[in-house]
């Protein structure tokens, strides 16, 4: 019996001999079957703001339980969280926590979600969905926080427990997915356009990266690109990049650019531009009718909210988002 | 207090610390080796 296994997960579509591991390093080939390396074994548990993810049209205020195991289907030179996201399940300390007691602790610290995120979560994609099931059929709401590099078959199953979705859209370029990041942008652009499909509430987080994607030409494509396919009321998240991990050669993103960003994509017609990792009032919600302030954010808390029942306090204009 | 019971309790502290420790390492629960999904053998 052959023993070659190739696991269809993701774009990576790793071929595996028995005991090799997968790129991610959370699965591997045992005997001619695919194993998780890391259903059950978090390395990283917090409850966090909602607004830390970040979400700003779901559940605004809310605290969410946030699980994350070792590994990464990419390799990005920028990662925030590269010391786990580009470890081996084995390098780092664990919990014990399966999907279960995950949920449990969730109520228990009355979070109103569960969230997958800080690195991968497709790596772990078993123990998501299964937690994912648990916890919806407890009341709990399911996020994750992903970089889209997943094929659609799973994305599609995942996407009936998962009530909300904030993916990372790296870069506008092919190339800047290449060098950068070690993967492709088209599959992140299919996976966007499954998650509206499927009616997963959706927003979008846009690292900006002094001279590697922070040209506002490839800034207006991409908003363009979002209107046009997944519509003008996703939120986008404009975020500040600080030295880290491969790139500590490169300075902080300056404030200009980033308002410069976050002016071109407005210009593009998106209606809910943020400014994230930064202290500015792009990290309020504005209705887009009456250009009033509804909800106030300093960092990752709510100081205001004129939100009633999904409309603006003042005008009355539907906002989109999950409110309740 | 004397020495000699000073050193008895430091004795019995640390005894019933790594006693303490080692129970709740069995409790653990263990969770085992979950075999993956969407996956398919070569030929």
Known sequence: ?324 | MKRREFFKLLIAGAFLTLRGKKSDAKEKPKVPLKEAMFWKRLD
């Not at chain 1, 009355?110 to 690195?119: A, D, E, G, K, L």
């Not at chain 1, 990266?209 to 800034?219: E, F, G, R, Y």
């Not at chain 1, 050669?249 to 960003?261: F, M, Q, R, V």
């Not at chain 1, 792009?282 to 009033?292: A, I, L, R, V």
């Open chain 1, 1 to 324: 019996m052959a023993k070659t296994v190739q696991c269809e997960l993701c774009p990576n579509g790793c071929v595996l001999e028995p005991g090799q591991r997968s790129r991610c390093r959370a699965r591997t080939n045992r005997g001619g079957t695919l194993y998780s390396l890391v259903y059950g074994k978090p390395c990283a548990v917090h409850v966090d703001p909602i607004e830390k993810k970040p979400f700003f049209h779901f559940l605004p205020g809310t605290k969410a339980f946030s699980i994350a195991t070792a590994g990464c289907v990419l390799s990005c030179k920028f990662c925030q969280n590269w010391q786990i996201s580009q470890a081996r399940p084995e390098d780092t300390d664990t919990y014990d926590l399966p999907p279960a007691q995950v949920v449990s602790n969730a109520l228990a610290y009355q979070c109103r979600s569960v969230t997958y995120t800080y690195t991968e979560p497709t790596v772990f994609y078993e123990y998501m969905y299964d937690t994912a099931i648990i916890a919806k059929n407890r009341g709990v709401k399911n996020t994750m926080h992903s970089c889209g590099y997943i094929n659609e078959k799973p994305l599609r199953i995942l996407s009936k427990y998962l009530d909300a979705a904030d993916i990372d859209l790296k870069g506008f370029t092919e190339d800047f997915y290449a060098r950068i990041c070690g993967g492709s942008l088209k599959p992140v652009l299919h996976a966007l356009t499954i998650l509206r499909e499927e009616k997963v509430w959706l927003e979008i987080t846009n690292l900006v990266i002094p001279t590697l994607n922070d040209d506002v030409k490839k800034i207006v494509e991409m908003s363009s690109w979002i209107v046009r396919n997944l519509g003008a009321d996703v939120p986008i998240h404009f975020s500040r990049f600080f030295p880290n991990y491969k790139l500590n050669n490169l300075p902080p993103t300056p404030l200009e650019t980033l308002e410069s960003a976050r002016k071109a994509a407005m210009d593009a017609g998106m209606k809910f531009v943020y400014l994230g990792n930064i202290r500015h009032e792009g990290e309020s919600t504005s209705c887009p009718n009456c250009k009033k302030v509804i909800i106030e954010r300093i960092g990752y808390f709510v100081k205001q909210n004129h939100l009633a029942n999904g409309r603006c306090g003042f005008c009355s204009t539907a906002i989109p988002g999950v409110w309740s």
